[in-house]
């Protein structure tokens, strides 16, 4: 599992904490809100604040952390838009083209975009509750089941998107848990 919070890295410790209490392997990574919109970068090895998204692509490139553009199409959540990932290509970023909260049209879109570009595919359930955790997956084709090769194997696109949209049902609950968070805060 990928544990990707908005702006907040899961640093290693607390990663192989997590991994062996849950008895799962868990990668660390941060989902950043950049000003161009969301961009996500497994195994990070350092803060992103302050970055550019092509910033902060560029930095992810060169020290072997993993890039993701997710839900790349969807403006309602801050996708990156076509202009802006087209910049990227020289970069090799994966796309979620299968986002769980995302509508169909959206991830269709995503689709065509790394069909047409040659970039591989991975899913993702965005999940903001544990019911919606795993909706969408990525396959990923790894020698092993080693965290080091897992994530090797993701970086170089051997990943085949799969899974579902989540139900109206969970999504309605995901919207009401945000509204009375943001009504506590
Ligand atoms: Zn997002």
Redesign the pocket.
């Known amino acids: 599992m990928a544990i990707t919070d908005?702006d907040l890295i899961l640093n290693e410790s607390d990663s192989q904490r997590l991994s062996g209490e849950l008895g799962i392997m868990v990668i660390p990574g941060v989902?950043l809100t950049t000003t161009a919109g969301?961009l996500?970068i497994l195994n990070p090895k350092r803060r992103f604040n302050g970055l550019s998204l092509e910033g902060a692509v560029k930095t992810a490139h060169q020290e072997g952390s993993t890039v993701i553009i997710?839900?790349p199409m969807d403006p309602l959540?801050?996708?990156i838009g076509i202009s802006e990932a087209r910049s990227l290509i020289p970069y090799s970023p994966l796309i979620e083209t299968l986002n769980a909260s995302t509508l169909s049209y959206y991830n269709s879109k995503a689709t065509s975009f790394a069909l047409r570009n040659s970039l591989p595919m991975v899913a993702g359930s965005?999940a903001h509750l544990a019911d919606a955790v795993g909706d969408a997956y990525t396959v990923v084709d790894s020698p092993s089941s080693d965290p080091a090769s897992v994530i090797l194997s993701i970086s170089a696109g051997k990943t085949m998107p799969r899974g579902k949209r989540t139900s109206a049902v969970t999504l309605a609950k995901t919207v009401c848990t945000r509204l009375i968070r943001r009504v506590r805060c």
Request: aromatic content about 0%; overall charge negative.
């Open positions: 908005h989902e969301h996500i997710p839900h959540s801050h996708g965005d």
